[in-house]
Nanobody, 125 residues
């Protein structure tokens, strides 16, 4: 069982930055791949970024490439999502998630077994 706790959400103006954190209750570095998802009101949850083994594999959704950076701190059992140049379309509830590593990185919701409670990100124009 993996418990995940997000933090770092908030409200910013367009062009601003936020850093989300997700602390895991167990050692995840080589056993799980970690991801960030978001869900805006009235929309389906979408994968934003995923990481395995501190960056050995990284995957981004096209909508955030060049603006968001996912990273992982092995010693702290925590991973992060640095979000720069935020846009109003980035407004959503952001969730971190963990999936057991089987050899390929994914942004498919079904591949993740454990989820955090979510943290709200609001970007105003």
């Amino acid at each position: 069982q993996v418990q995940l706790v997000e933090s770092g959400g908030g409200s910013v103006q367009a062009g601003g930055s936020l850093r989300l954190s997700c602390a895991a209750s167990v050692y995840t570095y080589s056993t799980y791949f970690m991801g960030w998802f978001r869900q805006a009101p009235g929309k389906e949850r979408e994968g934003v970024a995923a990481i395995y083994s501190g960056g050995y594999r990284i995957l981004y959704a096209d909508s955030v490439k060049g603006r968001f950076t996912i990273s992982q701190d092995r010693a702290k059992n925590t991973f992060y999502l640095q979000m720069n140049n935020l846009k109003p379309d980035d407004t959503a509830m952001y969730y971190c998630a963990a999936g057991r590593w089987t050899g390929s990185l994914s942004l498919r919701e079904a591949d993740f077994s454990y989820w955090g409670q979510g943290t709200q990100v609001t970007v105003s124009s």
